[in-house]
């Protein structure tokens, strides 16, 4: 077991260093390592999710440098879920792209290689600075493929993206050299114990720090008022990439769960659970704007965006509510949600190549070729990402309903929820209805189309192609599996919100953690 | 001393922030750069001031003689920062260059103000520009 665990770090890592080098070689041999490589990585997932699955902390120093001095990684059963969910997503979207979408140039591979050392990175780490580290290297990653392929809009969009988060890095050094100067520690275990023995004099700047803190991730994770980037970015980026920033804003909701449970959680003295009086009123809005944002949506993939949008605010409601069980459900809904909006961003450009020169555009417009097919599967995504029974997307928000109670101020989770439901039904079934049965005319001929979308890069050809759809498809299956399996997921995710809302466990595993013997 | 350092910190953080939020590219990117510095001397800070006192201890001095000596680690964290910032500048920069090429105008929003003509974009892109 002992070296698993450096294993979703090395594993990116050396693919993207070797894809480096083949690049301008074969782009079959560049596609095939990528996929083998990334499947790989989910078996690796798979693995080490055993290993958390009982139940103890299990930590890898570094260099063999002793916590808190030396940087640990650390594996808890949270961490090694979003290592397999953010596998799977990778695998499914490099599939993908593999069938004609990762050109022009043959980049796409290495920097998605490089997204994952990042965001894998990002998981398991237990350093405040390693996490600054690997968030730097995860988003340079996704700032090279935002920008991949060519057009106008995308050099705006990342203009954005880039800047603003060149700014929220900006911050997050602050907050992270402030918390040292505090605590003098920069291992998030250690940190914890000396929050919870601070100076009450400190205490100020400590708080300042923490709530500097929620900012960046909450950026990251686009919660309100930060999420006005996410849209145009989300939907300007090519269909993969897209697909695969699913993940970028759990990585954001992971990092603020694990903030605020570990170093300012319960147990923190004068700034106990900092974080939630802000992350409950923050959550609904994002929820609320989402939906608004989702309603008044003109184009599909600006529609999906703000999906994202919503499942964040309903994650970080989830979250704030503090409660083992809405824990639990939360991050069910969190795997849920995830690939659903994956899978979705993966059919949004199959349905827009087949549309000609208007693209995702929710407008009346020709049929499409594989008209049956695509509806089929818009459908199935859609019944789930709305939340209807049979599929995962309701077992989630039932489960955080029933965690939510009925007491007090849960009452306006319930309203934006069911509301929100509804709202995400009725903008579905507009841009399904209208994509697939107020079409009219023939099936447009995309070799004579004039559209710069589908002549650019991410067009490739309009039919979808098995591997394209086996993506999808395999998307849709894994949200079966989680629907089918729940109360298995359900098990270890309650066992997860147990060990979250527990933290003398992980900070004890630091404190009797020895280094390997020997040279 | 620290009054100083202090001031010299917030003078470059709030120019920072003034050119961030100006409307064309170049500013925009002179503010970042500007920010990243006020971030690294706000690390470099966080190690508490000290005048010749070294980084490293020896081996033989007791715990209550490392009170004498600077903290390395922000020294540290202060390389990497310098290090990520300069890279991201540099990026920052090309990518400007190119949303400049491709959009006709520097503006942040790629759309020409007022009074102004919108231009042509320069030249498309070559392939292995991408």
């Known amino acids: ?519 | 001393m620290e009054a100083l350092i202090a001031l010299v910190i917030g003078v470059l953080v709030s120019c920072g922030v003034y050119l961030l939020l100006r409307a064309r590219t170049f500013p925009v990117i002179l503010g970042l750069t500007l920010l990243s510095y006020g971030v690294n001397l706000f690390i470099f800070v966080m190690g508490r001031l000290r005048t010749g006192a070294p980084a490293v201890v020896n081996k033989g001095d007791s715990l209550s003689s490392t009170l004498n000596y600077a903290d390395p680690l922000p020294q540290a964290l202060v390389l990497t920062a310098i290090v990520i910032g300069f890279a991201m500048t540099a990026f920052l920069l090309v990518l400007a260059l190119r949303a400049r090429a491709e959009l006709g105008n520097d503006h942040v929003d790629g759309t020409a103000g007022l009074g102004e003509k919108p231009v042509k974009p320069v030249r498309p892109l070559e392939e292995d520009e991408v």
């Open chain 1, 1 to 519: 077991m002992s070296h698993l665990l450096i294993a979703p770090l090395l594993l990116p890592l050396l693919t993207a260093v070797l894809l480096i080098f083949l690049s301008g070689r074969s782009l079959l041999l560049i596609r095939c390592l990528s996929i083998i490589s990334t499947a790989l990585l989910v078996a690796v997932a798979i693995a080490l999710l055993q290993v958390a699955n009982d139940g103890q902390i299990h930590l890898y120093a570094l260099g063999n440098w002793m916590p808190p001095f030396g940087i640990v990684l650390v594996l808890d059963r949270l961490s090694a879920l979003m290592l397999l969910v953010t596998a799977v997503l990778a695998l499914f979207s490099l599939v993908y792209a593999a069938r004609g979408t990762d050109g022009p140039g043959d980049k796409l591979h290495a920097m998605v290689q490089f997204l994952l050392l990042g965001v894998n990175g990002a998981f398991l780490t237990g350093d405040l600075f390693n996490l600054f580290v690997f968030f730097e290297v995860l988003l340079i990653a996704s700032y090279a493929l935002l920008l991949h392929g060519r057009g106008a809009e995308r050099a705006r969009a990342g203009l954005h993206y880039v800047v603003i988060n060149l700014a929220g890095s900006a911050l997050f050094l602050i907050a992270v050299s402030a918390l040292y100067g505090i605590t003098g520690s920069l291992n998030m275990a250690d940190m914890a114990v000396k929050i919870a023995q601070l100076d009450p004099a400190d205490a100020p700047l400590a708080a300042t720090a923490g709530v500097l803190l929620l900012v960046v991730f909450g950026l990251k994770a686009a919660i309100a008022p930060l999420y006005f980037w996410l849209p145009r970015a989300y939907a300007s980026a090519s269909a993969p990439v897209a697909a695969l920033f699913a993940i970028m804003t759990k990585v954001g909701v992971y990092t603020i769960v694990r903030t605020y449970t570990l170093i300012f959680g319960d147990s923190a003295g004068p700034l106990a659970n900092l974080a939630l009086p802000w992350l409950w009123p923050l959550g609904l809005i994002t929820l609320a704007l989402g939906l608004l944002g989702a309603l008044a949506a003109r184009e599909l993939r600006i529609q999906i965006a703000y999906l994202v949008v919503v499942s964040v605010g309903t994650l970080l409601a989830g979250v704030a509510l503090n409660t083992e069980a809405a824990l639990a459900a939360s991050f069910y809904y969190l795997i849920h949600s995830t690939w659903i909006c994956g899978a979705l961003f993966l059919l949004a450009n199959l349905i827009q190549r087949q549309r000609g020169d208007l693209g995702d555009r929710i407008t009346k417009g020709p049929r499409m070729a594989q008209s049956a097919l695509l509806g089929s599967l818009f459908f199935i995504a859609a019944v789930s990402v709305i939340g209807l029974p049979p599929l995962s997307g309701f077992i989630g928000k039932l489960l955080l309903l029933s965690a939510a109670g009925t007491q007090g101020n849960a009452i306006w989770l319930w309203v934006l929820l069911l509301a929100g439901s509804l709202a995400t039904l009725m903008a579905l079934s507009r841009s399904g209805s209208t994509f697939f049965w107020r079409a009219e005319g023939d099936v447009v001929s995309t070799q004579d189309s004039t559209n710069p979308v589908a002549n650019s890069s991410d067009a490739g050809k309009p039919l979808a192609q098995k591997g394209e759809l086996l993506a999808v498809i395999g998307l849709l299956l894994c949200i079966f599996m989680v629907t089918l399996g729940a109360s298995t997921v359900l098990d270890y995710t309650q066992a997860l919100a147990q060990q979250l809302l527990s933290p003398e466990a992980y900070i004890q595993a630091m404190h009797k953690f020895t280094a390997i013997e020997g040279n």
